[in-house]
């Protein structure tokens, strides 16, 4: 059932308050420092998977999306606070973020890797990582992985403030690997010159979550039902597939 346009506007209203000057304004929440998912155009404008996928999903709403640059560690603290109304930035469907917030419908879903200098003596064995500098970028599901099971085994886990700082320390040397997404490290890096003489590690890891979903306040559930609306039509009508298309040579959205 279609949520009437006049529930959605209320909804939205409520979720804004007094920061979006437009009560139709979706304000959401994005680290454009992980291509090809979020990244920056030469010009400066927004880029990526999540953007395409986001832009649209304010069109079926009849909402207009405003996108806000934050770093990813500080997506709920600042969707709590209200200066957000969702988070659109690869944040993954996890149990402890759910205790936190609401999330819609799954948009994508990949698998993890560990990516280094090829030749590197770090091997598939996570014991091998003992006395390597492992970087990972702060509030995300890698960092937690690498300081559960690595840390112990004696991994130098480094949080950093972005993706593109753990790429920039993992070509001068300062770190041995760095752990994030497979299709992440694979587009965003490894097809880059930037990636040259670098490549996975191992097989791929699974993280334990439940895909990519977009993060909202616990109580904007009628937002959560227009937008899961709007990823299922997407997903039905093909628009999904034609988006997904610009960037993969495969479906993002996983089993």
Known sequence: MKLPLTILCAALTYSSGAFAADPNTLRLGIDPTYPP????APDGSLKGFDVDLGNEICKRIHAHCQWVELEFSGMIPALQARKIDAVLSSMAITDKREQQILFSSKLFQFKSHLIARQGSPLAADANALAGKQIGVQTGTQFESYA???WA???AHVTAYKSQDEVFADLQNGRLDGALLGTVEADYGFLRTPAGKGFTFVGGPLS???RGVGIGLRK??????ASINEAIASMRKDGTYAQ????YFDFDPYGN
């Open 219 to 224: 109580d904007e559930t009628a937002v959560q």
């Open 147 to 149: 300081l559960k099971n």
């Open 37 to 40: 998912m979020d990244s920056k």
């Open 243 to 246: 988006i997904a298309k610009k």
């Open 152 to 154: 112990p085994l004696g």
């Open 207 to 209: 993280m334990g979550d």
